[in-house]
């Protein structure tokens, strides 16, 4: 279980309204962490935070809402603002998800800038403004959420799979800059996981024995703190992204797209 006295008292969940990012604010808020659930909906939102304090909190955890659009352009501001009057020990960023393929090309350019400015953009500011202060206070954590779409650029998945290899290259770095400063920084790359907007777009089911459970995932990001700076969602999954890294990249960026058309039954 989380440390709260090491990463709280308050933890910001960045997509937070399902999947992923509810099963770990569940779980930080019930080893005694507040949470600031952070997502579009806020009917969503209060939803979560009734359930969570009726089922999930320790004695004394609170729930905090910010229903905010993380891929606009003053997104980070907006939420350091909401969260100005908290000690955030930790930021658990698991926005920006790509649940439908289709080709680069075929997008428009609003909907790929858009997931750039919230895989990159602001990603980025969060672990600036929030690291910053996490480092002061001499603690903290900071998990972001990746994908084995990092390890290759993928078919369908275009903009996904290069943002989520710059959040990855971002927390090494993160990682090596803040050892010994007492804030630990990780990636987790996750499979394909049964969260409930890849299973209404998605051609394989829950009961797929590929597809990973998102409470597991959540659990196994969180216990990944302090043993970064990436790291697959599983054992499993950690052992494999090591090996495909000696692929011919050729082979690799083949291997992968065939893996994302075959995951939305497409081809592109």
Known sequence: MIDASRYGPWAVIAGASEGIGEHAARQLAAAGCSVVLVSRRPEVLDALRTSILADDAAPGAEVRCVALDLATDDAADRLCAEVADLDVGLLFYNAGADVRGQVFLDRDADEVLGMVRCNVVTATALCHALGRRMRDRGRGGVVVMSSGAAIAGAALIATY???KAYQQILCEALWAELDGTGVDVVCVLAGTTATPAFLRTAVLTADDPSVMDPAVVAANAL???????????SDELTQMFAGLYTVPRTMLIEGVSAGTRANFGLDG
């Open 223 to 233: 216990a990944a703190l302090g043993h970064g700076p990436a790291v697959g969602a």
């Open 161 to 163: 799979s290069a943002t």
